[in-house]
C-alpha cells in the first residue's frame, strides 16, 4: 500500500508540474472536476446524464484547457522539452489523446446512422435511442479506454504504476479540486501562467 501511494503521489506531481502550468487550464479542470463529481453522482441514478455530464462538459473542458491554453515548447520551470514530456508521459498524451476523441466523436455518427451496430451491447431498451446509444457507448469507452491504457502500463512498465495511474484518474477530480480551487480567483486577477515557485522550490 506505502508502495501504491508513493507512486500515486509521483504520477500527480509530475502531472501537475510538467501539464498545469495555464491558469485557464486549471480553471478549466476545475469546471471538469466539479461536473466529474457530479457525473459519479448520477452514475447511480441515470448513466445517460452521468455520460453526458462526463463527455459533453468535463472531457471537453479539461482537454480543451490542454489543447488551447497550455504553454508548448521548451519548459523553463522544469528544464524540459514538450517532446520530452510527452514521451515520458504516463496517461495519455497529445497523441493518445487525439485518437481518443476521435474514437468519442465518431460514435454519435454510428449510433444515428447504424443504431443496430451499438444496441446489441446496451441490455436496457429505453436506451437505445439516438441519445442513449451515444451516451451508453461513451460510458464503456471511458472506461474501456482507461483499462487499455492500465494493461499497456502493465505490460511496459509494471502493474503497481498501471494500478497507481487507475488510481489517479478516478480520484483526479477530488484532487483537481484541491488543487486549483483558487485558479479563476487568479485569473481574475490577470495571471494567465502560474509561477510555479512551489516547484522551483523542490
Known amino acids: ?34 461536473t466529474f463529481i457530479f457525473a459519479y453522482v448520477m452514475l447511480f441514478i441515470n448513466p445517460v446524464i452521468a455520460s453526458l ?14 489543447f488551447f491554453f497550455e504553454p508548448r515548447g521548451f519548459d523553463y520551470v522544469n528544464n524540459m522539452t514538450d517532446e520530452h514530456k510527452e514521451k515520458i508521459k504516463v496517461g495519455y498524451n497529445i497523441q493518445r489523446k487525439i485518437v481518443l476523441m476521435g474514437v468519442w466523436a465518431s460514435m454519435p455518427v454510428i449510433a444515428y446512422f447504424y443504431p443496430t451496430l451499438l444496441e446489441w451491447a446496451v441490455p436496457n431498451e429505453k436506451y437505445h435511442d439516438f441519445i442513449g446509444l451515444t451516451a ?19 505490460v511496459q512498465d509494471s502493474a503497481l504504476n498501471a494500478l497507481a495511474w487507475g488510481v489517479k484518474i478516478m480520484t483526479d477530480p477530488f484532487h483537481d479540486v484541491k488543487l486549483y480551487y483558487k485558479a479563476p480567483f487568479y485569473l481574475l486577477k490577470g495571471e494567465l501562467i502560474d509561477p510555479m515557485t512551489h516547484v522551483h522550490a523542490k
Open 1 to 34: 500500500m506505502q508502495a501504491l501511494l508513493g507512486q500515486l503521489s509521483e504520477q500527480r506531481w509530475d502531472d501537475h508540474r510538467l501539464y498545469h502550468h495555464s491558469r485557464i487550464n486549471q480553471s478549466l479542470h476545475l469546471v471538469s472536476a466539479l
Open 53 to 66: 455530464a462526463a463527455w459533453l462538459v468535463s472531457m471537453t473542458t479539461r482537454q480543451a484547457g490542454h
Open 136 to 154: 451508453m457507448w461513451w460510458l464503456y469507452l471511458g472506461l474501456g479506454g482507461m483499462l487499455f491504457r492500465m494493461l499497456q502500463l502493465w
